[in-house]
């Protein structure tokens, strides 16, 4: 008689910024989110704890990176046609925490762990030019051809399972989002199954 075939496991994830989420999603073997909002500099301490978590109990790790992405074939237009929507993105991400100002609360938030919010981290987003949000790489903003690179780069360092793009944000007409959807699908997917194969092969 045959054996009952053995569903999969769910695989589940979790998203957070405390240092604390990071080591029981890598302790337990679940998938992670990064926030959308942060750049590598500031992701890479947290996702090396969740890696070495990962690797410490015999799981793979998963990062799901999220990024606001926006694509033009025409680099001259890329500027004038996203800029307020990032500005805008960034802002509308920040404004709870204006909530979170008095001396009491951020210690509160301290000690429970939640200290990331209490650190001015996100409020100093508000802060950054265009140039510093696309050059941080907070946003993969650009031709097609820049943003295949851009995720090549991040593939290279490890434990990336996944990127979720943002293509509708911070108020961006409708047809713009589309764009990107499209460009994304046409352009920028495909130079990555290409690599798979490759990696088949091998």
Known sequence: MPRPVQKPHPKFYT???????????????????????????????????????????????DIVYIRPVYLDEDESAIRREVEPALLNFLAFN????????????????????????????????????YDEIVDQEIAFIGTPD????????????????ELAIVSNFGGLENWKSIETQQLFAQRVMPAFRRSMKEVAAD
């Open 94 to 129: 920040a404004s709870p925490v204006e909530s979170l100002q008095d001396e009491a609360t951020k210690q509160e938030l301290r000690a429970k762990g939640y200290g990331f919010y209490a650190s001015g981290a996100l409020e100093s987003l508000t802060r950054l030019t």
């Open 15 to 61: 998203g957070g910024t405390s240092d604390l989420t990071y080591q029981m999603a890598g302790e337990k073997g679940w998938g992670i989110f990064v926030p959308p909002l942060l750049p590598w500099k500031v992701l890479e301490a947290p996702l090396n704890i969740y890696k070495k978590a990962c690797a410490d109990n015999g799981h793979a790790s």
């Open 146 to 161: 820049k943003v295949v690179r851009q995720i090549k780069n991040l593939q290279a360092k490890g434990g990336i399972g």
